[in-house]
Every structure is written in C-alpha cells, then in structure tokens.
C-alpha cells in the first residue's frame, strides 16, 4: 500500500502556517481563522483515515503490530550506519498520536474563532497555531533521535510564540521567555543525550534502536560503561531531561503555571494533548532501552520523578486560586502520573501494563484536560477574571458549560464510567504490582485531585454569586459546540480497548478491571469529591479556618514551595555575582588588558623609532650609505 501521502499530514498544518503569515495584512477576520480551521480539518481527517488503516488493515503482521516507513529519505550522510533521514514512521504509538494531536488542535481551531473574535492579531494566532500543529505532528512521526529533535525544537519555538501571544503585556513576554530558557536547559540535557547514544550505537533510527536484539549487543559490551553504567544509559538519562523539562516535570516545572499568561485555547492545546506529553511519547519511543539497560536504571529514575511530581502539583493545586493555574498544576501532576506508569512497567504481555496505561491516560487525559481548559476559557470569557473569588453560581448563567465541566472534573477524579476512570485503574494496577511506594502515591493523588477538581467546580458554578457588573452567558455557538464533542470523548473515551492496540513490544494482549483496586480508586475520589462538597457547595468559612490552622504550611505550597525564587536565587547569586564576576574579571583584565598591551607597545615603539623619520637629508644619507655598507658586508661574507 502507497503510504507517501501521510507526508501531508504534517505539511498541511505547515502550508497553512505560510499561507496565513505571508497574507496577514490582506486576510481579515474571521476569514483567516476559517481558513486555518479547513486546513486543520483535512489534517484531521487524513490523521484519522491513517490510524484506522494502520490498527486494522495494514498494521498487524502474524498477531504484531509493525514499525512501517511510510516515507523516508537521507538528509545527512556520516557512515554507512549512522545517518539522518527525514520521514514518517507508524507504529502504534504515532498512529494514537495521529488522533490526539489533530482533534485536539482542530477543537481548538475552532473554539479560538470564537474566543479570539474582535482580537489583534487575529491571522497571526492562527499562523501560530498552524505552525505548532505542524511542529508537534512531525515529532510524533519522527523516524529517527535526530528529527525528532528538530521538531522539539519547533515546538519550543512554536510554544513560545503563543504563550507570548499578549506581546505588549510584560508579564506574557517573561511567561514565554520563561518558557523558552527553561526547555532550552533540558534540551541541551536532551542533544548531549542523542550525540552519546548516536556515537556508541552508530544510528539514530528508532527501528534499530528499539530492537531487542540490538539492544542485548550492546548490553554485551561490557567496555561501554562509565561510573558503573553503560553510557547508553547515561544517554537515556540525559534523554529523559529533555523530556522531562517539556514535560514540566520537577525540578524543571517553572515555566508551566506562568504559561497560562497567553490565551486559554493556547493553553488548552500545549497542556492538554501535545508539548507536555512530548515527554511521555518520547521515553516511549525508547522504552525497550529505558527497560533493557542496566536491568532499567534509568527507568527507576523516570518512575521516581513521575511519582514525586505528581504528588508534589497535586498538593499545589489545591491551594490555588487562578482557575488557569490549577488546570496547570493539575496537568503537571497528571504528566507524573503517565511518567509513573512507564517507569513501574514491565515489557512483554501484560507486564507491560504501565505502558499501556501510560498512552491510555495521555489519549483520555487529552479529551477530559482539553474540556477543562477550554470550559475555563468560556467562564473567564463570561465574568472577565481568571479567580474563583470573582466567580460563583454560574450553573444557572452557563448550563452547557457547567454540565460539560462536571462531566470533565468527574473524569479526572476516576469516577465510573467515565474515561479517567479507567486509564487511572489500569496505572494503579501496573504499580501495585511492581512499585508499592509508588502505588501509594498514586492512590493518594487519586483522592486529591478529586477534591480539588470539585474545590473548583464547586467554587465555579455553586458558591454564592458574587455582584456581577454584567450577567454572565453562556458561549456561542464556535465555544459550545468543541465543549460538547469532548464531552462526548470524555464520556466514551475509556471503553476503547486500548490494551488490544498499544503494548510495550507491539503485542495486543486483553486487560481487565481489577475492581478490588478499583474500587479503592473510586472510594479516593468520592472522598475527595465529598470533602470538596463540605467545604465549597455552600458559601462558608470552613476554608479560611483550615488555611489558618496549616499556616505556613498553606503558605508554602500557595507559594510553589518557593521553587522559583529559590532559582533566582541561585541564578542572581552564582551565575551573576561569580560567573558573570570571572567574566567581567578576564573581559577587563585578559580581553581589555591585552587590547591595551597592543596600544601601549606600539606607542612605545613608535616613540623608538620615529627618529628614523626626522625629515633630515644628513640622517637619510648615513642610513643609507650605513645599509649599503651592510649589504657589501654580508655578500662578501656569504662569497668567501
């Protein structure tokens, strides 16, 4: 079957990208966002139709499902093995990829035309989006260590574009460059991580590095290794950094909640289903080798982050008072959740369940995170502030918005039959079994992001009204109708049989409820849920008491832990006050020093000899007359 026409999956998105930015000043609105909507469509459909025909025509050969080139070519030639191609790789993990990316940014397409009406800039947001669309769908169909970079890179660049959409707000432009400085540390954790595994593996291919076989050769090589470990792994870990800093995770989580200065569909796109779980695809793309080498090492190291991150936003969330900023932390803490999921997974069969739940909850997490971003969006839309004090019985004023948010925060929370629900079970079922620390984390997160989703919820749409200026309404039609289709994939998102289509080795093997952790899950969230209720159905001063009771406590986690000034700290005392001192030193004493030697010496210098241009005929003879006598001086020598 000709496969080459996926490579207009990606270049649609990026034609778009061009069309729009060069015909900003002619394309009015709302004719550019309709425009960038129909080319996100065809994406979307081409997206679709590929998934389907891989999962269940094409994909699976003898039972397994393959890693088909769909396109590629050789850009760069080193040696024989070592190559980068340019392409497009299918697989399970990029054909889920190739359903999330595309509805997720086609809902946002078309909810902005709503959102963004009467905006400045207008074409321009559309460009952007158009331009991060492309980047992230090229990600997910690298073929290859050093492609995927590329497109990593584009995201970031993407990302930061949109966060810093609000350019003449300061705040926006420190968000975007907040975001974009950060990522940048990782990255460089994450080329560094390439270069290692490239120069000892000889390929960047991810069909060759993935292989089992390939990977026991290098496991073989007992001389590639460094500090006890093979360098392989050095590279995976430094791998995961990337990841892990596109991805948000702690320590390299800064620039998420500040990411939330630029528009609310932005942020429903870059947290809800693409640039946070480049992370998670690509410890993914590797996992064979986080499995293989040094029995797993650094994927011990992957659970750990994964399971401290989401234990630690979680706790930040429920402090917060920006509804933007507890979708984010809420997000980072999900993200951990997945991170967890891969690290406690086994590989063959259904060992390999972690990483099944992993993608699962990545797939519903995009529906029922999308809707919430997207629902906030609408509220913030209607009383014009993004605070929960601001906000309160809008179920009367927005009941398509109120609904679909209760249908959103109930399948965060695990509640049956909802998708969250059973991609939440299948992780806990996975660590159970392999990581019973990490388990308990998990199941505690489980109840925290219960009562902080309806601490939200609650506080939205039931708290008593506030004196609204003007009556809050419910969105148009361009908000509502997104909100609705996701509702319908948050509601039906967890009955695809998931296990069947995406494994660790590719093998579709069946998995099932085991409802005595289950049901400890659902009995989390209903206390969560619960406690939410006491505390925020009815306007009352039961939160005050507690936030006074835990004091500093309260003060810390409402202040991020102080994360953020500690980095200023250490930036404003060891980067500028030493290494930016050593520079200052060696620019005045080295760099300038010798500038001024060269001026001082030729000074003196021209000061010795200027006397040879004295303008006197008597001088000019005698050295004349003294050069020849020279000259005879050294041929006579020379001849005898």
């Known amino acids: 079957m000709d496969l080459t026409y996926t490579v207009l999956i990606p270049l649609i998105p990026l034609f778009m990208f061009l069309f729009l930015g060069f015909n900003y000043k002619r394309l009015k609105e709302p004719i550019s966002g309709y425009i960038g909507t129909a080319g996100l469509l065809v994406t979307a459909l081409l997206s679709f139709y590929t998934s389907y025909q891989y999962f269940f025509n094409y994909g699976k050969v003898d039972g397994v499902y393959q890693k088909i080139y769909a396109y590629n070519t050789v850009w760069i030639h080193f040696t024989e093995t070592l190559h980068i191609d340019m392409g497009v790789l299918l697989d399970p993990l990029s054909a889920v990829m190739l359903i999330v990316v595309p509805l997720i940014s086609l809902m946002v397409h078309i909810y902005s035309i709503g959102y963004m009406h009467k905006e400045p800039g207008f074409t321009r947001f559309f460009a952007f989006l158009s331009l991060f669309t492309f980047s992230m769908l090229g990600l997910v169909l690298s073929t290859n260590l050093f492609q995927i970079y590329i497109f990593w890179e584009m995201v970031g660049v993407s990302s930061y574009l949109l966060i810093g959409y609000y350019f003449e707000k300061p705040s926006a432009i420190l968000a975007a460059k907040k975001a974009f400085i950060v990522t940048r540390f990782a990255d460089f954790g994450f080329l560094v991580g390439i270069l290692i595994m490239s120069y000892y593996a000889e390929t960047f291919d991810f069909k060759v590095l993935t292989n089992v076989e390939f990977i026991q050769t290098l496991i073989a090589n007992k001389e590639l290794t460094f500090v006890g470990l093979s360098v392989i792994t050095w590279g995976l870990i430094l791998i995961f950094i990337g990841g892990a800093g596109k991805s948000a995770m ?255 080795d590719n093998t579709p093997f069946h998995s099932h409820i085991e409802w005595g952790l289950a049901g400890a899950s659902i009995a989390a969230g209903v206390i969560g849920i619960l406690l939410a209720y006491v505390f925020y159905k009815k306007e009352n001063d039961l939160s005050q008491r507690f936030t006074v009771a835990f004091g500093r406590v309260h003060k810390w986690a409402y202040n991020k832990f102080y994360i953020d000034e500690i980095y200023f700290f250490i930036t404003k005392t060891i980067i500028f006050k030493y290494i930016s001192g050593s520079f200052a030193w060696f620019d005045k004493n080295v760099v300038d020093g010798s500038m001024n030697g060269i001026g001082n010496s030729t000074v003196w210098i021209s000061t010795k000899i200027k006397g040879l241009q004295s303008g006197k005929i008597q001088d000019y003879a005698m050295f004349f007359i003294s050069g020849v006598f020279m000259l005879i001086m050294i041929v006579w020598l020379l001849l005898n």
């Open 250 to 504: 702690f320590p390299l989580h800064i620039w998420l909640p500040d990411a939330m200065e630029g528009p609310t569909p932005v942020s429903a796109l870059i947290h809800a289903a693409t640039m946070v779980v480049a992370g998670v695809f690509l410890v993914a793309r590797l996992f064979p080798m986080y499995y293989f080498m040094d029995d797993g090492f650094a994927l011990e190291i992957v659970a750990w982050v994964g399971a401290f991150t989401t234990i630690f936003a979680a706790i930040i969330a429920i402090t917060q008072y920006d509804i933007k900023r507890v979708l984010a932390f809420s997000t980072m803490s999900q993200i951990g959740y997945m991170m967890l999921a891969l690290g406690v997974s086994g590989y063959e069969g259904h060992e390999g369940l972690g990483f099944m739940a992993s993608f699962f909850h990545l797939f519903t997490h995009a529906m029922f995170k999308a809707l919430l971003f997207l629902g906030a969006g609408s509220i913030i839309h209607a009383v014009h502030s993004n605070y929960m004090q601001d906000m309160g019985g809008l179920r009367i004023y927005m009941p398509i918005t109120n609904i679909t948010f209760l249908l959103a925060a109930l399948a965060i929370s695990g509640i049956p039959p909802f998708a969250g629900f059973f991609s939440k079970d299948e992780i806990l079922a996975a660590a159970f079994e392999h990581n019973m620390p990490v388990f308990v984390i998990g199941y505690i997160v489980a109840g925290m992001t219960a009562f902080y989703m309806f601490r939200l919820y609650f506080r939205i749409f039931w708290w008593s009204n506030p004196e609204y200026k003007h009556a809050p309404h419910e969105a148009p039609k361009f908000m509502t109708i997104p909100l609705i289709i996701l509702a319908i994939m948050t509601v039906g998102a967890g009955f695809i049989p998931f296990s069947e289509l995406v494994s660790a």
